[in-house]
Every structure is written in structure tokens, then in C-alpha cells.
């Protein structure tokens, strides 16, 4: 759909009623009222999803009576009513930044025309931020996310969003999913492999193969605390491994068919060891997460 019938089919609705448009407005509306304060603004509807947002920003500003236009184009500047735009402040207003290309493309379009047209400032606005670029935004990957997003972009997170849902996805179905070329999705992937960041491995499914699992707390001197762990690397059972302080110093988290499994795992590869002192055992069901591992096999 184009952005000229995207605009003629949101002109005249409400957009106010909609939830998406509610949460951008919760979100960013008292922020984006301070950026235009006293002066005369205008609101860019990027794209078509833009428009939609852009609209809805708009239609809220309309009742407190502001002094601001609406306008839409494409990233490229397409579409672009520049007499809406002299004079003023600009907010561009879009759903979403994934990649940051439309982002970068939209503002330099304001940017190079800024001295011509006389535009005070310009800002970009969207509900979702994958990027960190926007000025205002509502939601965004948490700060808690392992990744770095100067290593990876959107696209890179999607990509590897689709081939841990599945590993066997060819690159052309990733792209029908992703919207790039089969190309552009193998040098994303082999850029990924080459720089450690992504790994693709096969993984057992934990239910198929046990029905229960375990926490050991091992109290023990470091020299066997660290004979303890070379061991448990290489165990089939342990799925998860970590050094820790306070009195017990080694906690091992294990998988097993069985009660009895478990019980000889103890017996035979924890207690036989002289350095460890006291062990606490807790008995629980199947890990949550993760669902699949890849344990070695010998």
C-alpha cells in the first residue's frame, strides 16, 4: 500500500481509540509536548506504519489546541509537503527501528534541508526502539539482554531469533521472514559465525531423555573443587556448572531417567572425591530452561 493511500484511509478515523496509539502517547506524549513547548511544530508520519502513529500523535496535540501541521513521507523524503515543515520544529514518528536505516535515511533528508527550510530542530520518535537512535521512545530490549548492539543490529536479532526457533531454516525462508535477500541473510549469518558471535550446534530435547533433575551444593577444598569440575565437564548428566562463594563453593545441576540415577551420581562421582566436606541435594522437576542442551557424548 502506498503512503498516499495509507494517509487517505487513516484521515477521518479516530486513532485515539486504538491501543498502540494509547501506548505511544503514555509513553512519549508529556516528552514530545516539552520538545515543541512554545514554538510551532510539525509531525512527519514516516512510511506507512508511520502515518498511522504519526496521525494518532497528532489528533492527541489537536486537543490541547497546539499550533502544529501533519505531514508524511517516505524515508527517501518522497511525499515530503515542505510548506508544512518551514519555519518549525520537526518530530519524525515511526513504529518501529530495527535496522536504523529508515531512521538515518529520514533524518538526513531533514537535516540537508534544515537551512532551506528554515527548521528549528528535529527530533525522531517511535514506539519501539530496537537500536537505541530514537529521541523518544516506549519500549526497547531491556538493559538486562546479553547483547551488544555494537556487534548486532535488529536484523541480526531476528536472524538469530529464527534460527534458534529453528537451525535446519535455509537462508530463503529466514528472508521471506525478515524481508531481505536469501544474499544478505548468508553473509549476515557467516559474518556472525566468523566474528564468534553465533554458533548453530544440534541440542537434545531434555524431556525425551529424562524425567527429573537435581541441585548439588558441594562443600570442598579448591584442589578437588577443581578435580570436581574437569569431571563434570565431561558428564552426560550436568547441564549446568558454576563456582560460587559462601560455604558450599561448587553447585552442579544435573539430569537423570530416574531417582536411582541420581542417587549413583552422588555416590559415585561426588562423595568418592576426598576434598568435598558437606553436600546438600535438592530433588526437583525438569529445568525450565533450558528445554535443550548439548551434552557431551563419549
Not at 537500536?131 to 538486562?144: K, P
Not at 536469501?182 to 524425567?211: H, T
Not at 537435581?214 to 556448572?241: G, M, T
Not at 568435598?276 to 533450558?290: F, G
Request: with cysteine.
Amino acid at each position: 500500500m502506498s503512503i498516499k493511500k495509507t494517509r487517505q484511509i487513516s484521515n477521518g478515523v479516530n486513532l485515539l481509540k486504538f491501543k498502540p496509539i494509547q501506548k505511544l502517547i503514555e509513553g512519549i506524549g508529556k516528552d514530545v509536548k516539552k520538545y515543541f513547548g512554545k514554538d510551532q511544530g510539525c509531525i512527519i508520519g514516516l512510511g506507512d506504519d508511520g502515518v498511522f502513529y504519526g496521525l494518532g500523535l497528532y489528533q492527541w496535540f489537536q486537543k490541547s489546541k497546539k499550533s502544529l501541521t501533519f505531514t508524511t513521507m517516505e524515508p527517501t523524503g518522497e511525499g515530503l509537503e515542505e510548506e508544512k515543515v518551514k519555519g518549525r520544529k520537526v518530530l519524525i514518528v515511526d513504529n518501529d527501528i530495527i535496522s536504523g536505516k529508515s531512521y538515518k535515511k529520514a533524518m538526513e533528508v531533514i537535516r540537508e534541508r534544515k537551512g532551506r527550510l528554515r527548521v528549528k530542530d528535529v527530533k525522531f520518535a517511535v514506539l519501539c526502539d530496537r537500536t537505541g537512535l530514537a529521541d523518544f521512545s516506549v519500549e526497547g530490549y531491556t538493559a538486562l539482554a546479553p547483547w551488544s548492539l555494537a556487534f548486532l543490529d535488529g536484523l541480526d536479532l531476528r536472524i538469530i531469533q529464527a534460527l534458534s526457533e529453528n537451525g535446519r531454516k535455509s537462508f530463503v525462508e529466514i528472508a521471506e521472514k525478515i524481508r531481505l535477500s536469501p544474499v544478505a541473510i548468508k553473509n549476515r549469518i557467516e559474518r556472525l559465525i566468523k566474528q564468534d558471535i553465533l554458533k548453530i550446534q544440534g541440542g537434545l530435547n531434555i524431556e525425551k531423555f529424562y524425567s527429573v533433575s537435581a541441585q548439588i551444593e558441594i562443600e570442598a577444598d579448591r584442589k578437588s573443587v577443581s578435580k570436581l569440575i574437569e569431571k563434570f565437564e565431561n558428564s552426560p548428566l550436568v547441564y549446568h556448572l558454576v563456582k560460587v562463594s559462601g560455604r558450599y563453593n561448587l553447585i552442579v545441576n544435573i539430569v537423570a531417567p530416574n531417582l536411582i540415577t541420581i542417587e549413583s551420581f552422588i555416590n559415585k562421582e561426588v562423595r568418592t572425591e576426598l576434598g568435598v566436606e558437606h553436600i546438600e541435594v535438592t530433588v526437583v522437576e525438569l529445568p525450565t530452561i533450558p528445554k535443550v542442551w548439548r551434552p557431551p557424548i563419549t
